[in-house]
């Protein structure tokens, strides 16, 4: 089945950065919308970015814009996310998606067929 598999989180200090990697497997990868999106303890999932299927188009929290950047490279299945400036308020698990109905359908995590696992961030202050 369809796998997503996110990696690159972990511990950083406020003002650090990080990259997160989310490798895309049983799927045609190429069609597909990508999104993050992320859930602090006690919060609903929230979105994060989103980049269509050839990366021309991206989107972004009001809360992330100019701090993080999503990317992707078709040709190895995967998305990225990097992420400077980082604040203790973007501690969260951070999880990717695919959309197939492609980014003008919307930032809800609804419209995403397929999730990762997630993996965590934390931001210390």
């Known amino acids: 089945q369809v796998q997503l598999v996110e990696s690159g989180g972990g511990l950083v200090q406020a003002g650090g950065s990080l990259r997160l990697t989310c490798v895309a497997s049983?799927?045609?990868?190429?069609?597909?919308?990508m999104g993050w999106f992320r859930q602090a303890p006690g919060k609903e999932r929230e979105f994060v970015a989103r980049?269509?299927?050839?990366?021309?188009?991206?989107d972004y929290d009001d809360s992330v814009k100019g701090r993080f950047t999503i990317s992707r490279n078709n040709a190895r299945n995967t998305i990225y996310l990097q992420m400077n400036s980082l604040k203790p308020e973007d501690t969260a698990v951070y999880y990717c998606?695919?959309?197939?109905?492609?980014?003008?359908?919307?930032?809800?995590?609804?419209?995403?067929?397929?999730w990762g696992q997630g993996t965590q961030v934390t931001v210390s202050s």
């Open positions: 998606a695919a959309n197939r109905l492609g980014i003008g359908t919307g930032r809800s995590p609804s419209v995403y067929e397929y």
């Open positions: 049983r799927l045609t990868f190429s069609v597909y919308a």
């Open positions: 980049i269509s299927w050839s990366g021309g188009t991206t």
